[in-house]
């Protein structure tokens, strides 16, 4: 009687703590989890050779197709280029990053002339494969960010060899004005 | 005369007598405050990992923006563990002989995954969706706290239903423009001067606070 009393005072207990669990660790697989299920013991499995993902098709049509230039193009390729390029490849393109003032390799600057002739397909051709030091970039950059960069890095070597006849009048008269400042002072 | 104790007598005594203490003490440690110490949220616990990465040195020194490695974290209900060719995209050429990156050299070398141990965890009954929160413009610095301080990484909330409910009862005050999302520090944001943007943004958004605290929105 005594021990039985024990023994079910001990069972109580063991499940009241069973208890304090609360759910939180349910027996299903987490994303970058274990799984005992396959032979790696990763529950986030590589698609075997040979699958076409749902989205490949667009995914190929966004990397072949360049996007008409805009302003959302731009400011996404801005966005983009600022988290993915800049740390090499710096906010203005020049190439003294945080990563090559550490030791990285320094990339060429994105204003010398072989790329500002480069067509804007290399750009993404580069993200896509990489070039050189360059890992690819194919898993963290979309097809379509892939271009707005492209188009973003367009922008960045204007904005250093733009022809002044290019600008507008008053943008001009700006320009005029601040070059005689410069010169009076 | 007859006996005033059973047999089991002293058993259930001492069965009392433990489930009384057993009592006291699980009062006391609700009373002291238990449920609410770091003992259980674990806030500010650092935890060993295969490699001692430090987000200071990574986001806080470097300047890499959160999204680099945590890739998915605008498009999916996880942020990412980012892969280890993200890792080697600069340690392919920098510290490439350090011994504090060999596990990340094997790891590329033999294609198993580190084995990272989660810091910021939610328990399994909760649905937790990262894109959302980043598109309407809660900061990774509300949840996630200054990991451009911590050169180990650490639990910086605890984490607690009470405290996800703080934020949706009244979203407003929390919400920052979206395109700032993974700005670190905060102190310059005038309060006072943006009070109405975060109430703004709420009806922009067409977030509802009434529906905001509803079971199935979390408990799925």
Same mark, same amino acid.
């Given at each position: 009687?005594?021990?039985?009393?024990?023994?079910?005072?001990? !069972?109580?207990?063991?499940?009241?703590?069973?208890?304090?669990?609360?759910?939180?660790?349910?027996?299903?697989?987490?994303?970058?989890?274990?799984?005992?299920? @396959?032979?790696?013991?990763?529950?986030?499995? !590589?698609?075997?050779?040979?699958?076409?993902?749902?989205?490949?098709?667009?995914?190929?049509?966004?990397?072949?197709?360049?996007?008409?230039?805009?302003?959302?193009?731009?400011?996404?390729?801005?966005?983009?280029?600022?988290?993915?390029?800049?740390?090499?490849?710096?906010?203005?393109?020049?190439?003294?990053? $945080?990563?090559?003032?550490?030791?990285?390799?320094?990339?060429?600057?994105?204003?010398?002339?072989?790329?500002?002739?480069?067509?804007?397909?290399? @750009?993404?051709?580069?993200?896509?494969?990489?070039?050189?030091?360059?890992?690819?970039? $194919?898993?963290?950059?979309?097809?379509?960010?892939?271009?707005?960069? !492209?188009?973003?890095?367009?922008?960045?070597?204007?904005?250093?060899?733009?022809?002044?006849?290019?600008?507008?009048?008053?943008?001009?008269?700006?320009?005029?004005?601040?070059?005689?400042?410069?010169?009076?002072? | 005369?007859?006996?005033?104790?059973?047999?089991?007598?002293?058993?259930?005594?001492?069965?009392?007598?433990?489930?009384?203490?057993?009592?006291?003490?699980?009062?006391?440690?609700?009373?002291?405050?238990?449920?609410?110490?770091?003992?259980?949220?674990?806030?500010?616990?650092?935890?060993? &990992?295969?490699?001692?990465?430090?987000?200071?040195?990574?986001?806080?020194?470097?300047?890499?923006?959160?999204?680099?490695?945590?890739?998915?974290?605008?498009?999916?209900?996880?942020?990412?563990?980012?892969?280890?060719?993200?890792?080697?995209?600069?340690?392919?050429?920098?510290?490439?002989?350090?011994?504090?990156?060999?596990?990340?050299?094997?790891?590329?070398?033999?294609?198993?995954?580190?084995?990272? &141990?989660?810091?910021?965890?939610?328990?399994?009954?909760?649905?937790?969706?990262?894109?959302?929160?980043?598109?309407?413009?809660?900061?990774?610095?509300?949840?996630?706290?200054?990991?451009?301080?911590?050169?180990?990484?650490?639990?910086?909330?605890?984490?607690?239903?009470?405290?996800?409910?703080?934020?949706?009862?009244?979203?407003?005050?929390?919400?920052?423009?979206?395109?700032?999302?993974?700005?670190?520090?905060?102190?310059?944001?005038?309060?006072?001067?943006?009070?109405?943007?975060?109430?703004? &943004?709420?009806?922009?958004?067409?977030?509802?606070?009434?529906?905001?605290?509803?079971?199935?929105?979390?408990?799925?």
């Amino acid at each position: 009687m005594r021990y039985l009393l024990l023994l079910a005072l001990c !069972a109580v207990l063991i499940i009241l703590l069973v208890g304090c669990d609360e759910m939180t660790h349910q027996p299903r697989y987490q994303a970058a989890g274990p799984g005992r299920l @396959f032979p790696d013991g990763k529950a986030m499995q !590589a698609p075997p050779a040979g699958a076409v993902a749902q989205d490949d098709r667009a995914r190929a049509a966004a990397l072949a197709r360049r996007p008409a230039m805009s302003a959302a193009l731009l400011a996404r390729g801005r966005q983009r280029y600022d988290i993915y390029c800049s740390p090499c490849h710096d906010v203005a393109g020049t190439g003294h990053g $945080a990563v090559p003032a550490r030791g990285f390799p320094a990339p060429p600057s994105l204003h010398e002339p072989r790329l500002v002739q480069a067509p804007s397909r290399y @750009f993404v051709e580069v993200i896509t494969s990489g070039h050189g030091v360059m890992y690819s970039y $194919a898993d963290r950059v979309a097809p379509a960010d892939r271009w707005a960069i !492209a188009a973003y890095i367009r922008a960045l070597q204007l904005s250093r060899d733009a022809p002044a006849d290019a600008l507008e009048a008053t943008d001009r008269a700006k320009l005029d004005g601040a070059r005689l400042d410069g010169g009076a002072s | 005369m007859p006996q005033i104790f059973t047999a089991s007598a002293d058993t259930w005594l001492r069965a009392g007598v433990l489930l009384a203490a057993l009592g006291v003490l699980v009062t006391g440690l609700l009373w002291g405050g238990a449920i609410g110490s770091s003992y259980i949220t674990a806030v500010g616990w650092v935890r060993d &990992q295969p490699v001692p990465f430090s987000h200071k040195h990574h986001v806080g020194d470097v300047g890499i923006d959160c999204r680099y490695c945590h890739t998915t974290v605008e498009t999916g209900p996880h942020a990412g563990f980012p892969a280890t060719h993200t890792c080697m995209t600069c340690h392919s050429q920098l510290w490439t002989s350090a011994p504090a990156l060999a596990p990340v050299r094997e790891s590329l070398a033999t294609g198993t995954p580190i084995r990272w &141990q989660r810091v910021a965890r939610l328990p399994d009954y909760v649905y937790f969706n990262h894109s959302i929160h980043v598109a309407r413009g809660v900061p990774c610095v509300t949840c996630h706290g200054r990991v451009d301080q911590m050169p180990l990484m650490m639990r910086a909330q605890p984490f607690q239903m009470r405290w996800c409910l703080d934020c949706h009862r009244d979203p407003g005050p929390h919400l920052r423009p979206p395109d700032q999302i993974t700005r670190m520090d905060w102190r310059a944001w005038d309060r006072e001067g943006h009070a109405d943007y975060g109430p703004n &943004q709420a009806a922009l958004f067409g977030i509802k606070p009434e529906r905001m605290t509803d079971c199935t929105l979390c408990h799925r």
